[in-house]
């Protein structure tokens, strides 16, 4: 059955930088595509980026998605030797406090995300972004 075990979560300054980890386990990870997730109370969960199953990032930048509000300020990327995401986030605001949550999802590229597809949630990290 497939976990997820998210990790580095915390209270950052605005502007400050943070990176997430999700440690996977259970599925071919390293043939899957991935995708972080964040929701805040009452909100549905909303994606904010993926990334396709090859870990060798600098070379597929075409298979990444970022949501409108991390463009250029978050980056995400992946070890498939160690089965993990990871979300690097720099200039953060206060409106990326939030709960964070990785998924398998169907695909990625620079347009869209696909949903996620494992059924499967872990419990999230949370990150406070204080101004």
């Known amino acids: 059955q497939a976990d997820f075990l998210e990790s580095g979560g915390g209270e950052v300054q605005a502007g400050g930088s943070l990176r997430i980890s999700c440690a996977a386990s259970g599925f071919a990870f390293d043939s899957t595509a991935m995708g972080w997730f964040r929701q805040t109370p009452g909100e549905e969960r909303q994606v904010i980026s993926c990334i396709g199953w090859r870990d060798d990032a600098p070379s597929y930048p075409d298979d990444k998605f970022y949501e409108d509000s991390v463009k250029g300020r978050f980056t995400i990327s992946r070890d498939n030797a160690k089965n993990t995401l990871y979300l690097q986030m720099n200039k953060m605001k206060p409106e990326d406090t939030a709960t964070y949550y990785c998924?398998?999802?169907?695909?990625?590229?620079?347009?869209?995300?696909?949903?996620?597809?494992?059924?499967?949630w872990g419990q999230g990290t949370l990150v406070t972004v204080s101004s």
């Open positions: 998924a398998a999802v169907a695909y990625s590229n620079r347009i869209s995300c696909g949903d996620p597809y494992l059924a499967v």
